[in-house]
Nanobody
Framework: QVQLVESGGGLVQAGGSLRLSCVAS????????MAWFRQAPGKEREFVGA???????YFADSVKGRFTISRDNAKNAVYLQMNSLKREDTAVYSC?????????????????WGQGTQVTVSS
């Protein structure tokens, strides 16, 4: 059974930083693209960024230059480092896994999801 478990969310002031973690089990981690999505109240789920097993990354324009993603294949873990946080970054952040190598920003094509972790940015 595949499980993705996120941690690291919380309350932070605007301009601050947070680091989210996602640990996967039950899958061959290196075979999966790992992505982060977020969903703010009343809004659709939004792609944040993705990382491939070769450590290449891709980000949504809204977070480019502020967020980074890394992964540790030995630990089956993926990390989202969020810097210069803005109030509009407030959302539930979820990690997702998709087998393969193609870039996908649509959430419906991801195979596995974590439960999500709340990030709240205050002014």
């Amino acid at each position: 059974q595949v499980q993705l478990v996120e941690s690291g969310g919380g309350l932070v002031q605007a301009g601050g930083s947070l680091r989210l973690s996602c640990v996967a089990s039950g899958l061959t981690f290196s075979n999966y693209v790992m992505a982060w999505f977020r969903q703010a109240p009343g809004k659709e789920r939004e792609f944040v960024g993705a990382v491939w097993s070769d450590d290449s990354t891709y980000f949504a324009d809204s977070v480019k230059g502020r967020f980074t993603i890394s992964r540790d294949n030995a630990k089956n873990a993926v990390y989202l480092q969020m810097n210069s946080l803005k109030r509009e970054d407030t959302a539930v952040y979820s990690c997702a896994a998709r087998r393969g190598i193609r870039l996908e920003t649509r959430s419906d094509v991801y195979d596995h999801w974590g439960q999500g972790t709340q990030v709240t940015v205050s002014s």
